[in-house]
């Protein structure tokens, strides 16, 4: 830190992002939940040959892809706001939605960024524990008066909680904003976005990092009524108004006309997900039952950094936290079937090597 550092921001842990490999023709790359297929053709065609040229700024409305991606809902391309990947409306979230009254809540295992931008924003915040089966419980957010953050899926868990139970949570804070992180909904989750007629606390937030395999591209959207909108567009106006680059834009609307292929090849990552837990759970691991593009997994065969280790060793790469309930699991995204099968073939090496 230089001495011209701003005292504001000294104490600031910044989030660690996963470990983005230069050699990637030789690693399997399981750390950051992308996907492990490059977009589509036509998609990509699609951006190239329609983006704004780039001496020109890029549409600060986001027209096209807003109305592209209401479509997809059935809702109003005014109850939708495209974003620099989901984490800029997170940080947006706690900007516009917190304050010395509305100080904030989420579970104490889940997206660390929600604590790093909490800090940022000078935000105090809960952090709920998850019951002894890892799950979020709503109980714990009943009536508790604070602008409360949920992924659903929950990472790095993968497991949900029902919109039955989000409603509930909804309506017993009606004076609080309720954002649900729906990064990998698109895995065998439940949308919340048809609740945002009915409920104007409710900000839905997605991404296209990890199901539209744009992580690079850095796009994401927001859902919610048009007053909580405007005033997301109030603090996106008042840093970045061009925060969505013209390329990834006219990509992401290219990706939401060829969307069938898109959701299809995440039902296969869905079932290369479940074939992998299974075969884990042969080996003598419990893996949480995952609705996500990762599974959770623990062994007491081998300690979770020491497997973390070995798989690096051999240039597959995982993800271990070193959070104290949580340090026996390695968390692992789904590739493609023939990735996992090389993963599963040396996580039976690195058992038997013992
Ligand atoms: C990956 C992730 C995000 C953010 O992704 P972006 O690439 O910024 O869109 C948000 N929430 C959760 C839970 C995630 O895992």
Request: charged share 25%; net charge negative; hydrophobic share 35%.
């Amino acid at each position: 830190m230089s001495r011209f550092f701003s005292s504001r921001y000294e104490s600031l842990e910044p989030y660690t992002p996963g470990e983005q490999p230069k050699n990637l023709s030789e690693v399997i790359k399981l750390n950051t939940n992308e996907s492990p297929y490059p977009p589509l053709k036509e998609a990509m065609e699609y951006g190239f040959n329609t983006a704004r040229p780039l001496n020109l700024y890029s549409d600060p409305e986001c027209v096209e892809l807003r109305t592209e991606m209401a479509k997809k809902y059935g809702i109003k391309p005014s109850q939708v706001v495209a974003v620099n990947g989901s984490d800029e409306i997170l940080n947006f979230s706690f900007m516009a939605f917190c304050d010395d009254r509305n100080t904030a809540a989420f579970p104490d295992i889940t997206y660390g960024f929600y604590k790093v931008f909490a800090d940022f924003n000078h935000v105090r915040y809960e952090e709920i524990p998850l019951d002894k089966d890892f799950k979020v419980d709503f109980r714990d957010y009943l009536g508790i008066n604070k602008t409360i953050f949920i992924a659903n899926p929950n990472a790095p868990t993968g497991l949900t909680i029902s919109l039955s139970e989000i409603e509930e949570i909804l309506k017993s804070n009606p004076d609080n904003v309720v954002i649900i992180d729906e990064a990998y909904v698109d895995f065998g989750g439940e949308s919340a976005v048809k609740l945002i007629d009915t409920y104007k606390n409710l900000l839905v937030t997605q991404t296209f990092s990890k199901s539209r395999s744009m992580a690079g591209g850095r796009l994401g959207f927001g859902f919610a009524c048009e007053e909580l909108i405007s005033d997301i567009n109030r603090i996106r106006f008042s840093t970045n108004p061009y925060n969505v680059n013209a390329m990834t834009m006219a990509v992401g609307v290219g990706t939401l006309k060829n969307d069938d292929y898109y959701m299809e090849k995440c039902r296969e990552i869905a079932a290369t997900r479940d074939y992998t837990r299974e075969e884990l759970i042969k080996m003598g691991f419990s893996v949480i039952p995952s609705k996500a593009n990762f599974i959770f997994a623990e062994t007491d065969r081998i300690d979770g950094e020491v497997l973390y280790n070995r798989l690096r060793e051999r240039n597959i790469l995982t993800r271990h936290f070193k959070n104290e309930r949580i340090r026996n699991f390695v968390r692992i995204s789904i590739g493609t079937k023939e990735q996992m099968a090389r993963f599963l073939l040396a996580v039976k090496e690195i058992l038997e090597e013992k």
